[in-house]
């Protein structure tokens, strides 16, 4: 009996931490706070490399590339210490 009661605590915990990652196989699960976050990380990725190709090919004005993919580039470090952090306060 002692083993269930335990397991049925484990199983507790695991349903109400809604930031846990669930794996099966190779195939990741987030959940939809992770899944904001990778996709905000991803676009914000995308942003400062474009800028920084088009500044870099003279295409945009190098003040208006570089400020823009120096803004983007600190707001996606923004975005990765407040993932880590959450990450250790688990």
Do not use: H, P, W
Not at 38 to 64: N, P, W
Request: net charge positive; with cysteine.
């Amino acid at each position: 009996m002692g083993k269930l009661s335990q397991l049925g605590a484990i199983n507790n915990k695991i349903e109400n931490n809604e930031k846990l990652k669930y794996t099966k196989g190779n195939l990741k699960i987030f959940t939809k706070e992770c899944d904001c976050m990778k996709i905000a990380k991803i676009i914000l990725s995308i942003i400062t490399m474009l800028f920084a190709t088009l500044g870099l090919v003279k295409i945009l004005s190098f003040d208006i590339a570089n400020t823009v993919m120096l803004v983007s580039l600190a707001t996606l470090l923004l975005l990765r210490s407040v993932e880590y952090k959450n990450k250790c306060r688990i």
